[in-house]
């Protein structure tokens, strides 16, 4: 990833053994500066649009698509918010089954219920009785309909397989009337991995503008420590001098 070639060196005491002296050096990437950066991608909020990510895009085939260039992978993943890639970043489809399995153990566990989102209920004049997708378990209920004033009042469910009109009764309930669908373990895992398919991705047009601002906030300052934009010096304090 060209990512880390944007860092700045870091000129560090050497903790090698076979080390000659004490001003011995070796030069590592200094990827603290990355929280610097972090703190900066908040300024370009309205650079960004929203971006689907496909059944097996990576950042880098993204890169390419959107900036022609592949090696521009990390600005996708900058821009879209990541500092985990591999928990972060969806899995392929057939990828979250077996992820699924090896989390819950089993098949049977895997199809275990992990708990129940309501349908949407709504009454004769289309006032919202109970809101859709709430997370509730089996013995969540809501009043019903038997003393309601006026007594004609009915409640309607509205889900993606239609309207139903639910009996007038004293109380509605998960497993009578079926007021909220269950969600199994391994569809709660597919629910999750499409929650991260939605990243924020910066315009083409503004591509260059964010790679010099980049550049800009990772060059070192002026200071004691300071040898070259990209380059400084530090000491560890955990080598014993010979």
């Keep these: 990833m060209a990512y880390f070639n944007e860092f700045p060196d870091l000129l560090y005491q050497s903790p090698l053994s076979h080390k000659n002296s004490s001003g011995d050096y070796i030069i590592i990437k ?42 521009l992978d990390y600005v996708v993943v900058l821009c879209a918010g990541i500092t985990n890639i591999n928990d972060q970043w969806p899995l392929q489809d057939y990828q979250v089954y077996d992820y699924a399995l090896g989390k819950y153990g089993s098949e049977e566990e895997m199809n275990k ?4 989102e ?14 859709p997708n709430l997370i509730v378990d089996k013995d969540f209920k809501i009043d019903g309909t038997s003393h309601k004033y006026p007594n004609t009042t009915r409640y ?5 397989n239609g309207y139903r009109q639910l009996d007038d009764k004293d109380e509605f309930t998960v497993l009578t009337d079926g007021i909220a669908a269950a969600v199994t373990n391994l569809q709660f895992e597919f629910m999750q991995n499409e929650k991260k398919r939605e990243i924020d991705v910066l315009r083409p047009g503004y591509l260059q503008l964010f790679i010099n601002d980049m550049r800009d906030i990772l060059r070192y300052d002026k200071s004691s420590s300071y040898i070259a934009p990209d380059l400084a010096r530090t000491e560890s304090t955990e080598v014993v001098n010979p």
Excluded: C, M, W
Aim: overall charge negative; hydrophobic content about 30%; aromatic content about 12%.
């Design 156 to 160: 309607t469910l509205r889900s993606d």
């Design 30 to 71: 200094n990827l603290f500066r990355r929280t610097r950066l972090q703190e900066h991608l908040g300024e370009y909020v309205t650079f960004f649009n929203k971006f689907v990510i496909g059944d097996g895009d990576r950042p880098d085939t993204i890169a390419s698509a959107l900036y022609g260039d592949s090696r």
């Design 118 to 131: 309501t349908f949407e209920i709504r009454d004769e004049q289309a006032r919202q009785i109970l809101p």
């Design 113 to 116: 219920i992990h708990h129940y």
